[in-house]
C-alpha cells in the first residue's frame, strides 16, 4: 500500500507527565476511511490534527502522499485538507453560500465560480442553495449547520477530508440521517478521510478500519469484522461489549 496519510512514530509530549501519543504507526490508503475510536484523552483529536499541523509531533513523521508535513506550509495544506468539526465551525456573519466558498475564496476563484460550485455542493448535502444559501448560520438547525460544513470542507475538491467527530452534536434521529448521507458521499466521491468519533458502533458503520487508541497508544487497527473476531487485548473486548457490537 502506498499511503495517502501515514504516521510513522509519532508521539507527542506536552509536558513531562503528558504523553498524548506515544510511538503511534497507522496509515490510510487512498479512498478509504479510517476511523479513530477511544476513551477521551487517549489522543484521537491530537492524531487527526497532525494531518493538517494543527499539532506537532514531538518524535516520529507525519507524511500526506508520502511528504513529511514538517517542511510543509501548514495554511497551504489546510487550504487542501476538507475539515469538519463537531460543531461546524462555521463564521456567524458570513452566508452559508459564503461559508461554502471560503476555500474557494482563499484560492482566487472568480465570484461566479464560487457561486457554482457552492450551489452545487449544497444540493449534494441536501441543501436547497436559492432558499439556503442567502441564509446565515444562526438561523439553522444543527443538522443543517453540519451539511453546510461537509460542503465547505469539500468545496476545493481536497483528497483528504478530516472529520473530528462531525455528528456529536446532534441528536440521534438527525444523526443517523446525516450518517446515511455521509456514507453516499463516501461511495461518490471516493476521499481518503480520517474520521474521530467516541461511538464505536458509528465507526463500524462509517469506516472501512477502525483504529482503537488507549492512553496514547494505537492499540489496534483492523476492518471491523476482524476486531469483532479477533480483538487484540481485553480493552478492545471491554469496548465492544460496552457497545454491543461483539460476535
Known amino acids: 500500500m502506498n499511503p495517502v496519510l501515514e504516521a510513522r512514530g509519532v508521539g507527542k509530549l506536552y ?12 496509515a490510510v490508503a487512498a479512498g478509504e476511511t479510517v476511523a479513530l475510536i477511544g476513551e477521551s484523552g487517549s ?4 492524531l487527526l490534527r497532525m494531518f493538517n499541523r494543527g499539532e506537532q509531533p514531538s518524535s516520529g513523521s507525519v507524511l500526506v502522499r508520502g511528504k513529511d508535513l514538517a517542511g510543509s506550509d501548514p495554511i497551504e495544506l489546510r487550504r487542501r485538507t ?18 461554502v466558498s471560503l476555500v474557494p475564496e482563499l484560492l482566487g476563484w472568480d465570484a ?78 471516493g476521499k ?31 476492518e471491523p469484522q476482524t476486531l469483532r473476531a479477533q480483538p487484540a487485548d481485553p480493552y478492545v473486548s471491554a469496548l465492544l461489549q460496552r457497545a454491543g457490537v461483539s460476535s
Open 112 to 189: 461566479a465560480r464560487r457561486r457554482e460550485r457552492a450551489g452545487e455542493l449544497l444540493e449534494q448535502v441536501g441543501l436547497d442553495p436559492a432558499v439556503h444559501g442567502p441564509r446565515y448560520p444562526a438561523s439553522l438547525s444543527g443538522g443543517q449547520r453540519q451539511r453546510v460544513a461537509f460542503a465547505r470542507a469539500l468545496a476545493a475538491d481536497p483528497e483528504v477530508v478530516l472529520l473530528d467527530e462531525p455528528f456529536g452534536a446532534l441528536d440521534a434521529l438527525t444523526r443517523a440521517e446525516l450518517q446515511q448521507e455521509f456514507l453516499s458521499l463516501k461511495e461518490r466521491l
Open 82 to 99: 476538507g475539515y469538519v468539526q463537531q460543531d461546524g465551525g462555521l463564521l456567524p456573519h458570513w452566508t452559508v453560500e459564503r461559508n
Open 43 to 46: 489522543g484521537k483529536t491530537t
Open 192 to 222: 481518503t478521510m480520517l474520521l474521530v468519533t467516541h461511538d464505536l458502533d458509528e465507526a463500524f458503520r462509517l469506516a472501512d478500519r477502525v483504529a482503537v487508541l488507549r492512553g496514547g497508544r494505537l492499540v489496534q487497527v483492523g
Open 15 to 26: 509536558a513531562p507527565d503528558v504523553q498524548a501519543l506515544v510511538d503511534v504507526d497507522l
